[in-house]
């Protein structure tokens, strides 16, 4: 069955450091991965997709995620932290028209 | 409005009250979801309408969970007889485009309506 996981539930960067967000699937065909950022009180806003093509993806607010097709892996990434980056992260795969979400990976930001 | 608008935000009913939750989607937009957050649990979708097309259920936890929508706009979900286990952050999205295998597209979610049952 088509899954996404995230091993890691809480996260805990200091401002400036460098993150990297884990996440793998399951899915038998070519994958259409996704990264939702959900921030306090406000909805889910994409950060990149991947398609095809190249494998590094670059997102908006700096971020940017790899596919490895043999890794099942789409790997969320940042330089250099903000603390406006402090939010829940989701990844997802696109499964006949609709998406497939992991249970997210909580980012704190310390000064 | 220019964003997907869900209400009501916040809702608390009592154990065995139906409950009804609205979602405004962007105008134009084709396709409808209603997905559920609960903690832990991350994004767990329920419904999704394409068009006129027969929509997917196959994400409904129960019977008593149903959801419609008119004139291709806004969509109503519908939990009767609520059970503590329902409650949650509902969220809505809605996208112009096939998402999934055959073509992709960028969901757009509203902020949800946050159910409590007492």
């Known amino acids: 069955a088509q899954s996404v996981t995230q091993p890691d539930i809480h996260i805990t960067v200091s401002e400036g450091a460098s993150l990297e967000l884990r996440c793998n699937y399951s899915y038998g065909a070519t994958p259409y991965l996704f990264w939702y950022v959900q921030s306090p009180g406000q909805g889910l806003q994409l950060l990149l997709k991947y398609f095809s093509g190249d494998t590094l993806v670059q997102g908006i607010k700096g971020f940017e995620a790899e596919f490895k097709r043999s890794q099942s892996s789409f790997n969320l990434r940042k330089p250099s932290v903000h603390w406006s980056d402090a939010a829940e992260y989701f990844c997802?795969?696109?499964?006949?028209?609709?998406?497939?979400f992991g249970t997210g990976t909580r980012l704190q930001v310390f000064p | 409005g220019a964003g997907v608008s869900q209400s009501p935000s916040n809702k608390v009913t009592e154990k065995g009250k139906d409950v009804e939750l609205r979602c405004d989607p962007i105008s134009g937009h084709t396709a409808l979801y209603w997905y559920r957050q609960s903690l832990g649990q991350g994004l767990e979708f329920l419904i999704y309408?394409?068009?006129?097309?027969?929509?997917?259920k196959s994400g409904l936890p129960s019977d008593r969970f149903s959801a419609e929508r008119t004139g291709g706009s806004v969509s109503t979900l519908t939990i009767q007889r609520t059970q503590q286990e329902d409650s949650a952050v509902y969220l809505c999205?809605?996208?112009?485009?096939?998402?999934?295998?055959?073509?992709?597209?960028?969901?757009?979610f509203g902020e949800g309506s946050r159910l409590t049952v007492l």
């Open positions: 997802a795969v696109g499964y006949t028209d609709k998406l497939i």
């Open positions: 999205a809605s996208s112009g485009e096939e998402t999934g295998t055959t073509n992709t597209g960028e969901l757009f």
């Open positions: 309408f394409q068009g006129n097309s027969a929509p997917d």
